[in-house]
């Protein structure tokens, strides 16, 4: 198998020399040399594949599933969002749940996951809610998705409480179901989660943190967290809660006794964008100084859909923070860990979009005001290997190098079109034109390709 006139935008092979021909014999790169087909040539671009670093598996689709058989499925239509406030969200979802089935939570999951392969994700963990509602039916049909996916993608399965641990009527049942599915599905389960600013008071919510490190400790798990999920001033005696996880992860040793493949996630953290900068800087110093496995995952655009509205009528309108964390400049300026997510698609926390990492690299052009070369190629890591990395998938960059003797499989292969076809001015002919052509990471970036010109090699 041969593929010809390629780019590789992530790496130069030989300085000078753009454009390769790649022989694959026994599902390895035997061959790679200079192209010898013509410049003129459309060229393919091969590129480290997608991944959702942070998705929500049983809320996708709630409100755009539009099932084909009315009847056959529950009927989302009544949770419309009204107002679109992060309280309605959470009302309706919790509605929802109460409706969920087999049927349903299969149908609805696969078409994510199959509107992920095609976008070029090959790795994602996903969320799946338990508790007193659920019960187990959201894992036993994640269980089933990832056996039934696993020859296109790689799942980690986070078992997660997004409602109280710690306090309501219902939070001892939430953490007896979580902690019972956690004895019997251990084996099958990559990460724990948690949402500790749901809680009633901030005793409950640390609560909830230290139950959740010591319960990953436990069953050898990656921890996640949903934090901080608010835009409010600090104060001396309520900081970020995200302060008190990087505490609390010290006091029960994670370093010394955490298998050193696992990492700790941080996810939503809105309140940090509030922080000065000098007090931003001495927490990133502090994560730093500490070497713990640390990941911040910035999600724009459920975050800009949840937070920042105006909460009086003596706020603006027109006055809107993008109320997100500022992936690029955490990455540059403050040193730290973070990638990008796309968290919800089609439910009441996001109702748009289509769920595509590479579309939402692209919307942080704009979201960061990230607009250099540089810039394109941290998003796209944002979306590729720093999200791999974030959820332990991967350590280096150059596992996902284009060599010989290295396999291509589940890398992501780009084409670009000769011409756009056009009917001509008389009705019956065709007007043919020159197609652009994406060259280059900053290309794929800015303007990402439609689907039908994206293949995981295999």
């Given at each position: 198998?041969?593929i010809?006139?390629v780019?590789?935008?992530?790496?130069e092979?030989?300085?000078g020399?753009?454009?390769w021909d790649?022989?694959?014999?026994d599902?390895?790169?035997?061959?790679?040399?200079p192209s010898?087909?013509p410049?003129?040539?459309?060229?393919?671009?091969?590129?480290p594949p997608?991944c959702h670093?942070?998705?929500h598996l049983?809320?996708?689709?709630i409100?755009?599933?539009?099932?084909p058989?009315?009847g056959?499925h529950?009927?989302?239509?009544?949770?419309?969002?009204d107002?679109g406030?992060?309280?309605?969200?959470?009302s309706n979802?919790?509605?929802?749940?109460q409706?969920y089935?087999?049927?349903?939570?299969?149908?609805?999951?696969?078409?994510l996951?199959?509107?992920?392969?095609?976008?070029?994700?090959?790795?994602?963990r996903t969320f799946i809610?338990l508790?007193h509602?659920?019960g187990?039916?959201?894992?036993?049909v994640?269980?089933?998705?990832k056996?039934?996916f696993a020859?296109?993608?790689?799942i980690q399965l986070?078992?997660f409480?997004?409602?109280?641990?710690?306090?309501?009527?219902?939070?001892d049942?939430?953490?007896?179901?979580?902690?019972?599915l956690?004895?019997?599905?251990?084996?099958?389960?990559?990460a724990?989660?948690?949402?500790?600013?749901?809680e009633e008071?901030?005793?409950?919510?640390?609560?909830?943190?230290d139950?959740?490190?010591?319960?990953?400790?436990r069953?050898n798990?990656?921890l996640d967290?949903?934090?901080?999920?608010n835009l409010?001033p600090?104060?001396?005696?309520?900081?970020?809660?995200?302060?008190?996880?990087i505490?609390?992860?010290q006091?029960?040793d994670?370093?010394?006794?955490a298998?050193?493949?696992?990492?700790?996630?941080?996810?939503?953290?809105?309140?940090?964008?509030v922080?000065p900068n000098?007090?931003?800087q001495?927490?990133?110093e502090?994560i730093?100084?500490?070497?713990?496995p640390?990941?911040?995952?910035?999600?724009?655009t459920s975050?800009?859909?949840?937070m920042?509205?105006?909460?009086?009528?003596?706020?603006s309108a027109?006055?809107?923070?993008r109320?997100?964390?500022?992936?690029?400049?955490?990455?540059?300026?403050?040193g730290?860990?973070?990638?990008?997510g796309?968290n919800?698609?089609?439910?009441?926390f996001t109702?748009?979009?289509?769920?595509?990492p590479l579309?939402?690299?692209?919307?942080?052009?704009?979201?960061?005001?990230a607009?250099t070369?540089?810039?394109?190629g941290?998003?796209?890591?944002?979306?590729?290997w720093?999200?791999?990395?974030a959820?332990?998938?991967?350590q280096?960059?150059?596992?996902?190098?284009v060599?010989e003797?290295k396999?291509?499989?589940?890398?992501l292969?780009l084409?670009?079109?000769e011409?756009i076809?056009?009917?001509?001015?008389?009705g019956d002919?065709?007007?043919?034109l020159?197609a652009?052509?994406?060259?280059?990471?900053?290309?794929v970036?800015?303007?990402?390709p439609e689907?039908?010109?994206r293949?995981?090699?295999?």
């Amino acid at each position: 198998m041969n593929i010809n006139n390629v780019i590789i935008p992530c790496q130069e092979l030989v300085p000078g020399t753009s454009r390769w021909d790649i022989r694959i014999q026994d599902g390895r790169v035997s061959q790679i040399r200079p192209s010898e087909h013509p410049a003129k040539e459309s060229p393919k671009l091969i590129l480290p594949p997608l991944c959702h670093p942070h998705i929500h598996l049983d809320k996708a689709f709630i409100l755009t599933s539009n099932c084909p058989a009315p009847g056959t499925h529950p009927d989302y239509s009544d949770l419309i969002p009204d107002t679109g406030s992060f309280s309605e969200a959470l009302s309706n979802t919790s509605s929802a749940k109460q409706r969920y089935t087999e049927g349903d939570l299969y149908l609805r999951g696969s078409q994510l996951l199959a509107s992920s392969f095609k976008q070029g994700v090959t790795s994602l963990r996903t969320f799946i809610e338990l508790d007193h509602v659920t019960g187990e039916l959201p894992l036993i049909v994640a269980l089933r998705l990832k056996s039934d996916f696993a020859h296109l993608l790689e799942i980690q399965l986070c078992a997660f409480a997004q409602d109280p641990l710690f306090s309501t009527a219902n939070g001892d049942a939430n953490r007896s179901i979580l902690s019972s599915l956690l004895r019997d599905h251990a084996s099958s389960l990559q990460a724990l989660g948690t949402t500790p600013y749901v809680e009633e008071s901030r005793e409950a919510s640390l609560q909830n943190i230290d139950w959740a490190i010591t319960t990953a400790l436990r069953h050898n798990l990656h921890l996640d967290f949903h934090l901080d999920y608010n835009l409010n001033p600090p104060t001396s005696v309520a900081q970020p809660l995200t302060f008190s996880v990087i505490q609390l992860l010290q006091k029960h040793d994670w370093l010394g006794r955490a298998d050193k493949s696992k990492t700790i996630v941080l996810g939503h953290c809105t309140q940090l964008t509030v922080l000065p900068n000098p007090e931003l800087q001495m927490f990133a110093e502090i994560i730093i100084k500490s070497s713990l496995p640390i990941h911040f995952v910035g999600l724009p655009t459920s975050d800009m859909f949840m937070m920042g509205r105006p909460d009086s009528a003596n706020v603006s309108a027109q006055v809107r923070p993008r109320a997100t964390l500022q992936v690029p400049s955490m990455i540059k300026d403050l040193g730290l860990s973070a990638c990008i997510g796309v968290n919800n698609v089609g439910n009441a926390f996001t109702p748009f979009g289509s769920g595509d990492p590479l579309q939402m690299a692209s919307y942080g052009v704009g979201i960061y005001q990230a607009g250099t070369v540089a810039d394109a190629g941290t998003l796209y890591g944002c979306v590729s290997w720093l999200a791999r990395r974030a959820i332990g998938l991967e350590q280096h960059t150059e596992s996902s190098d284009v060599a010989e003797g290295k396999s291509l499989k589940g890398m992501l292969l780009l084409r670009n079109e000769e011409h756009i076809e056009l009917p001509g001015a008389d009705g019956d002919s065709k007007w043919t034109l020159p197609a652009r052509q994406r060259t280059t990471l900053k290309d794929v970036v800015w303007d990402p390709p439609e689907l039908r010109l994206r293949s995981i090699l295999s």
